[in-house]
């Protein structure tokens, strides 16, 4: 109850893993210049929530502040881009993967920052 979202992170077409050559492009920065969190129309209309608006993503493991885009997303899930962090901008803080758990799988070693259950709330 307390986090009913889905959290999935990935990446954008503009940004290649923490933007540290795309980030120098002007051409690519200008077209993804700061991370978002992507929510449907219809828990936007639940939440009161406007396109644009900067919101607080909580999980159980941190919080996010950032702008909301809407639409072109299933309800109940949020999308949240990886490539962004404190590294870039320390006063942003929209760092993904602040939400996700640091284990991986010990098979194949790959990291579980994929998916975390959320809150969002306007700010």
């Given at each position: 109850?307390?986090?009913?979202?889905?959290l999935?992170?990935?990446?954008?077409?503009?940004?290649?893993?923490?933007?540290?050559?795309?980030?120098?492009?002007?051409?690519?920065?200008?077209?993804?210049p700061?991370?978002?969190?992507?929510?449907?129309?219809?828990d936007?209309?639940?939440?009161?929530?406007?396109?644009?608006?900067?919101?607080?993503?909580?999980s159980?493991?941190?919080?996010?502040?950032?702008?909301?885009?809407?639409g072109?997303?299933?309800?109940?899930?949020?999308f949240?881009?990886?490539?962004?962090?404190?590294?870039?901008?320390?006063?942003?803080?929209?760092?993904?993967?602040?939400?996700t758990?640091?284990?991986?799988?010990?098979?194949?070693?790959?990291p579980?920052?994929?998916?975390?259950?959320?809150?969002?709330?306007?700010?």
């Amino acid at each position: 109850e307390k986090f009913p979202l889905w959290l999935t992170t990935g990446r954008l077409v503009y940004h290649f893993h923490t933007r540290t050559k795309t980030a120098r492009s002007p051409e690519l920065n200008a077209a993804a210049p700061e991370p978002f969190a992507q929510i449907s129309n219809a828990d936007a209309a639940k939440l009161g929530i406007k396109d644009g608006v900067r919101v607080r993503v909580t999980s159980r493991r941190g919080k996010i502040e950032v702008p909301v885009r809407l639409g072109d997303i299933e309800p109940g899930h949020v999308f949240v881009p990886f490539h962004f962090g404190h590294w870039d901008s320390p006063e942003r803080h929209g760092a993904a993967n602040e939400l996700t758990i640091s284990g991986w799988d010990p098979v194949s070693k790959q990291p579980f920052f994929k998916f975390a259950a959320v809150n969002v709330e306007k700010l």
